[in-house]
């Protein structure tokens, strides 16, 4: 049993299972969207997209190139609350709320990606 | 550039990962800890206030408390944050400056700047493997010549020594294994524009590596290899090398010529001097027995040449089996006065002091001298911080093996036409240096000449091409003319070979045809070469050198001439 493999693993995981809850909050209510949720996803995004630096091959490459865009999705929803919550006068509106939910959406998207490939590379291995 | 980006990304995996837990935590913190305003009243911290507060804090500036004064549960909370955020930060700090300091690192950021700059050149250059003492002299004079170079080294220390050197910091160099092939390609070896290459490392076997691999990837480069051992010089003549460059037998070549045939000789120590540097005017060496102190490497050679020119000498060696079978030889140092009395110092005219150590050199030529004032010296030089001790020593002639080697690379590599020039010469008879040094003698100033190739093509060839339209043929004395002058003024050169195709004339006379093509070896002074690159290039020089007329310039003029009938 590999520790350096279990850790990849998890933190690809995890990161697709917390992206994944906070979209489909979003799905259902938009104004019961915690700012936690996301802040939870993106540091988890963070985190997995540096366990997948320095692998070279072309599969480390494409998993590198779908994280760093779950990443950059995750970035712009915070900004954009950030920004709606802090630097405008309306706040919070739940406009701005559907278009956090939309680009957790994205993100989520390329964690299936991502979480793909790896179940792919598992499953060619074990053959 | 991808391996450093990659070795980076690498190292910076465990800090980065630090960081973000570290303050994704510190942010939950804070936000969830309730605080107060101002006023007193409570309200809980934003994710903006929190996420500002803690990098302020993690990177160790520490603005202040927002929005107001911490409440106890706040300030109990980033004391305990506290340590770990920016330990999590030197964590990073100290990581990325450790990979600078790296050693793996450095090394692979200082091939890939070599490989690039080498990349860059886009001017003629030679790679050189081994910068000695040799190599940093051919450096030096590559770089004075107009070409460039390419240094591979095996020592570090030495290539950190380049840096120094104002003339040697630009040129790209790299330490390592030289005779590797991965460091040669990038060295340049496939490159367009690389000349040639020179193997110049004190180590024979790696020289004999180095032109074996150049031949194998590349077999059309000129591969010039330094070979002190017969069997290693045999070995890389037996698959092409161009040039295997002996200092010992070049050395031993010129003393025989010395002793054969002084007039040859002056005739090649005039060519292959440094330009502008004064002419020696060789005395004849004494007919007489010789001694020969030293029967190594050197002294062997030096032995059958001797033996060529029917000079009567005398060997001191202290090896046993050297001095075995040669009548009158003398088994010793050579250092002290007994051996030399009994080779009979008192009666020998000159003395070869070719062992293989500088400090017994020096001594043999004391002690000889101080036997017999009047003897003639020969000394073998093998270090050059020995220079000032040599000079000193006032010995005729001195064979500095680094000097005899680098001048001799010089020669090939730029002046390939030379080193034809001096065969032939060394086969003919004296009429033939006689005839040359009297020419030579008359256009030079008692300094040594430049030695330099014409090839008339391209840019050069068009001054002929355009004599040519108007049909006018161009002869080699039209070029030794000074064309820039009125009245008809002999530039101060003198051909020496003239190559076309495979036939080659030597000392062509000025009523000589050129083409297109041809190549032509001229010595003289720098002057003159300046002048004939000028006529060369400029359309109506060689045309108005010709025929005393002016060229018609513009195309409109030449085509009314043409067609109103010459």
Redesign the interface.
């Known amino acids: 049993m590999n520790l350096e493999k279990v850790v990849f693993a998890f933190f690809i995981v995890l990161a697709l299972t917390i992206n994944f809850g906070f979209f489909l909050g979003g799905m259902n209510d938009v104004s019961s969207l915690q700012?936690?949720g996301l802040?939870?996803a993106l540091?988890v995004s963070?985190?997995a997209t540096?366990?997948k630096?320095?692998d070279?091959s072309q599969l480390g490459a494409v998993m590198l190139a779908t994280s760093l865009v779950a990443d950059l999705q995750l970035v712009i929803a915070a900004l954009v609350w950030?920004y709606a919550?802090?630097a405008t006068e309306l706040g919070v509106t739940s406009q701005v709320l559907f278009g956090v939910s939309s680009l957790s959406g994205g993100a989520l998207l390329a964690n299936l990606v991502s979480v793909t490939l790896l179940v792919g590379e598992t499953l060619s291995i074990r053959r | 550039m991808n391996d450093i980006v990659w070795l980076t990304m690498r190292r910076m995996r465990r800090p980065l990962i630090t960081i973000i837990l570290v303050f994704s935590v510190s942010v939950l913190g804070m936000v969830l800890i309730p605080g107060h305003d101002a006023q007193g009243n409570a309200i809980s911290v934003g994710y903006l206030d929190a996420a500002y507060f803690i990098a302020i804090l993690e990177t160790s500036i520490g603005f202040g408390e927002i929005p107001a004064g911490f409440t106890g549960a706040q300030r109990l909370y980033v004391l305990i944050i506290l340590l770990p955020n920016v330990v999590a930060w030197l964590y990073s700090i100290g990581t990325i400056l450790s990979l600078f300091i790296d050693p793996q690192f450095r090394s692979v950021v200082e091939r890939s700047r070599f490989t690039r700059r080498v990349k860059d050149l886009h001017e003629g250059f030679f790679i050189v493997c081994g910068l000695g003492h040799t190599g940093s002299m051919v450096v030096h004079a590559l770089l004075h010549r107009g070409y460039r170079a390419v240094v591979l080294e095996q020592r570090q220390d030495i290539i950190y020594g380049m840096l120094l050197s104002d003339e040697l910091a630009s040129v790209p160099a790299l330490a390592g294994d030289v005779s590797n092939r991965s460091l040669l390609e990038r060295a340049g070896l496939n490159h367009e524009k690389c000349l040639g290459i020179m193997a110049l490392t004190n180590d024979d076997h790696v020289n004999l590596n180095i032109a074996i691999t150049c031949k194998l990837l590349r077999p059309g480069l000129p591969v010039l290899a330094r070979s002190e051992t017969p069997r290693v010089t045999a070995n890389m003549t037996s698959f092409g090398t161009d040039y295997v460059i002996d200092p010992f037998a070049i050395f031993a070549q010129a003393l025989f010529l010395d002793f054969s045939s002084p007039v040859k000789y002056r005739a090649l120590d005039w060519l292959t001097s440094v330009p502008g540097s004064d002419l020696r005017e060789l005395l004849q060496p004494p007919a007489g027995r010789w001694l020969l102190c030293g029967l190594g490497r050197f002294g062997s050679r030096v032995a059958e040449r001797l033996d060529e020119a029917a000079v009567p000498y005398t060997v001191i060696d202290v090896h046993a089996d050297r001095v075995r079978g040669r009548t009158g030889a003398v088994r010793g140092r050579g250092t002290e006065a007994q051996t030399l009395i009994e080779a009979g110092v008192s009666e020998a005219v000159g003395i070869i002091a070719c062992t293989g150590d500088d400090v017994d050199n020096l001594s043999i030529i004391m002690t000889a001298r101080d036997l017999n004032p009047g003897l003639s010296v020969v000394a073998r030089q093998e270090r050059n911080e020995n220079d000032l001790l040599f000079n000193a020593s006032k010995a005729n002639v001195v064979a500095r093996r680094s000097v005899i080697i680098a001048r001799r690379v010089l020669l090939v590599a730029t002046t390939p036409l030379l080193e034809s020039f001096l065969q032939h010469l060394i086969r003919q008879d004296e009429s033939f240096a006689q005839r040359l040094t009297a020419r030579l003698q008359s256009i030079l100033n008692g300094k040594a000449p430049a030695i330099w190739t014409v090839h008339l093509e391209g840019r050069l060839a068009t001054g002929l091409a355009e004599a040519k339209l108007e049909g006018v043929s161009i002869q080699l004395m039209h070029l030794l003319h000074h064309s820039r002058e009125d009245e008809q003024q002999h530039l101060p050169c003198l051909c020496l070979l003239l190559e076309r195709g495979a036939s080659r004339t030597f000392l062509p006379e000025p009523g000589h045809d050129l083409h297109a093509g041809d190549r032509l070896l001229f010595a003289g002074r720098e002057s003159a070469q300046d002048e004939i690159a000028w006529s060369l290039s400029e359309p109506g020089a060689l045309f108005g050198s010709a025929t005393g007329r002016i060229m018609p310039a513009g195309a409109l003029w030449r085509w009314l001439r043409r067609s109103s009938g010459k």
């Open positions: 700012p936690v802040g939870a540091a963070l985190i540096i366990i630096f320095g070279r950030g919550a802090y």
